[in-house]
């Protein structure tokens, strides 16, 4: 005999299978001005630290590390699990990790979105067909982000959903999800290291911020170095005013491009 929950979470939908089917640094001298290597690899967000440079990058939008929301729709709660992820191989390893974790669940919906080759991929894990995994992959779509993958975690409460209360609370647990997690957006960067005395240093900063330069940090010795963060590609203007106020004998590290947040 099978208990009226049992007996309704398999009107829903049984149980499926998810489907699966370094930059290199150059350091060059012109003039006063060197092009040098940025700090190591280890200073900068871990999971930002593999992507490589294939030309000129446009702008993306990504979340830092994991994030967890829940909701609950008529008893059953849906449980959504976010994370940065930058391969397949990534996403399904989290994807086992969140399952491990929820092995009681009848469901273990995800979606997820890579820049790599444009990969997208998504699954109902058992519930009606895109009900669940196209729900949320179209709620990661909407909110603009990539690298990124969604696991939502059923526990059925014993009341039937119906297949718009299913799409309803995959997308409104995705958006919980989504809204929990930390939004960066990664550009190609450069880190412009500035030398400078210190009768210069005030107006050093004024041409940083004209030229849309965030100060990662500032050293006071027997002179002032700054230390820079520049999108690509903006920092010609800032080394043509440099050279205008320190009269030719300015002394500017300008790093390799590589892909950070800013």
Do not use: W
Not at 117 to 143: C, F, N, V
Not at 174 to 181: E, K, N, R, S, V
Not at 197 to 207: D, F, H, N, W
Not at 236 to 262: H, N, Q
């Amino acid at each position: 005999m099978i208990s009226p929950i049992l007996a309704n979470a398999a009107c829903e939908g049984n149980r499926g299978f998810p489907l699966f089917a370094h930059i290199v640094r150059t350091t060059t001298n012109v003039g006063c001005i060197a092009r040098a290597p940025p700090p190591s690899p280890s200073k900068r967000p871990a999971r930002l630290q593999r992507l490589v440079y294939n030309g000129r990058m446009q702008s993306y939008t990504t979340i830092r590390g994991t994030a967890v929301a829940e909701i609950v729709e008529k008893k059953s709660r849906f449980i959504a699990s976010v994370s940065h992820v930058e391969t397949e191989e990534e996403a399904v390893a989290f994807l086992e990790r969140v399952r491990a974790e929820n092995r009681m669940a009848r469901h273990n919906v995800y979606a997820y979105i890579l820049r790599a080759d444009g990969r997208i991929r998504y699954s109902d894990d058992g519930e009606p067909q895109k009900t669940a995994g196209m729900p949320t992959l179209e709620a990661i779509q909407h909110a603009g982000l990539t690298d990124v993958i969604v696991v939502v975690t059923r526990y059925f409460g014993g009341i039937l959903l119906g297949t718009g209360g299913l799409v309803r609370a995959y997308t409104q647990a995705t958006q919980a999800g989504l809204a929990a997690a930390e939004k960066v957006t990664v550009s190609r960067c450069v880190d412009v290291t500035v030398h400078v005395e210190y009768a210069l240093y005030e107006r050093t900063l004024r041409c940083a911020e004209e030229c849309g330069a965030k100060v990662a940090d500032s050293v006071f010795t027997d002179e002032v170095t700054l230390s820079l963060l520049m999108l690509d590609g903006t920092q010609e203007e800032l080394l043509k005013k440099m050279t205008e106020l320190c009269r030719g004998k300015e002394r500017i590290e300008v790093s390799s491009p590589y892909d950070a947040p800013f």
